[in-house]
């Protein structure tokens, strides 16, 4: 940050600045665009949408009347828990959806992969899992920590390929839930922290995102044995949160999607990077309309607009609403109807369980 702030300072007096005037650091220079262009902003989505990507920790207790109402303004008809944990925990959500607001929330389970090396580890997580789903789990979200600080119980770490898992992986497919999984972070995390970068600024601002070969491992390696577990178990649906971080290079996603048939992608926390290759993205989504799901990702309301804007519109140089995620502007896809109720709801009322169908419109 001080780097770029000094770099910047510098240019003032070229651009008619002078010592007397405030300094100004990169995040402080905001300039609205002078650019006049047809501005159309969406703050409501054009269909009803199932949200496969958010996190509501506090869903055994909470009231989920609030959340209902912030909603229903974004035209959210189901929302997708993945934090739904396990045993008790997983069924006091469970308990105060269907008491409450029965049709507008889905939980998935998570495993708890303490004590994996134990004998009948494997077995017993699926057992487990298996008890999770007649409790009214819909689904398993497994978090990046398996590969990043999962480990056995001789402290090795645990591959997202270790054999040991496979009754999980497996017993999902068999119950015909789909396994929602984050595996790594973007690949720049991994990369040096110099002029190159283009995550510089958030890794400057979130050192801890900040990642190496060994900590825990190359970025490559992880990516690998995700994609090793999901070519071992054709029989299971897994859905690779952020488009299994190759939204930056979706030539490459193409080619994964053609390679894994049991393999669908949600866009939670990069639709930046769809919204500055429009063109690209949007033969994409034509192309595999039938694999993508809406996720977000994180619960920040105002943030979906972004999201609209970028799959409905077809607006040019629009500011993302987070400058250390995404300096660059936005340009709307202008994705047609019948792809829209896809990405919004269609796709995940085919693979996710129990979702009420007749909150949508077809």
Request: hydrophobic share 35%.
């Amino acid at each position: 940050m001080k780097k770029i702030a000094y770099l910047f300072c510098l240019l003032l007096p070229v651009c008619g600045y002078t010592q007397s005037n405030p300094k100004m650091d990169f995040e402080t220079y905001n300039p609205p665009s002078t650019l006049v262009v047809p501005e159309h902003k969406v703050t409501k989505a054009k269909f009803p949408f199932i949200d496969v990507h958010n996190h509501q920790f506090q869903m055994p207790t909470m009231d989920l009347g609030n959340l209902i109402k912030e909603m229903d303004k974004l035209n959210m008809k189901v929302m997708v828990n993945l934090s739904g944990q396990s045993g008790e925990t997983l069924k006091k959500s469970v308990a105060n959806i269907k008491e409450n607001h029965p049709k507008r929330f889905i939980v998935f389970a998570n495993v708890d992969f303490r004590r994996v090396g134990e004998d009948g580890w494997g077995e017993k997580a699926a057992q487990q899992l298996e008890e999770d789903v007649k409790s009214g789990a819909n689904g398993l979200k497994i978090y990046k920590s398996l590969g990043f600080s999962v480990n056995d119980i001789n402290g090795k770490r645990v591959t997202i390929d270790d054999p040991r898992l496979d009754p999980v992986w497996k017993k999902a497919g068999e119950l015909k839930i789909p396994v929602l999984i984050h595996t790594a972070d973007p690949k720049p995390f991994w990369q040096p922290m110099d002029d190159k970068n283009e995550r510089w600024l958030e890794l400057a601002l979130n050192p801890n995102r900040k990642r190496g070969d060994t900590s825990p491992a190359p970025w490559d390696t992880l990516i690998t044995e995700q994609h090793r577990m999901f070519k071992k178990h054709p029989k299971t649906t897994f859905i690779a949160a952020h488009f299994g971080w190759y939204p930056n290079d979706l030539a490459k996603l193409g080619q994964l999607l053609d390679e894994m048939p049991n393999v669908v992608v949600e866009f939670g926390a990069v639709i930046a990077e769809l919204g500055r290759q429009p063109r690209t993205a949007k033969q994409f989504f034509t192309k595999y309309q039938d694999r993508i799901l809406f996720g977000k990702d994180s619960w920040v309301p105002d943030e979906y607009a972004t999201y609209f804007r970028v799959l409905e519109s077809e607006d040019e140089y629009f500011p993302y609403h987070k400058k250390y995620h995404a300096f660059w502007a936005m340009y709307g896809m202008g994705l047609p109807d019948a792809i829209l109720k896809k990405v919004y709801y269609k796709n995940a009322l085919r693979i996710i369980p129990n979702i009420d169908k007749t909150l949508f419109p077809d």
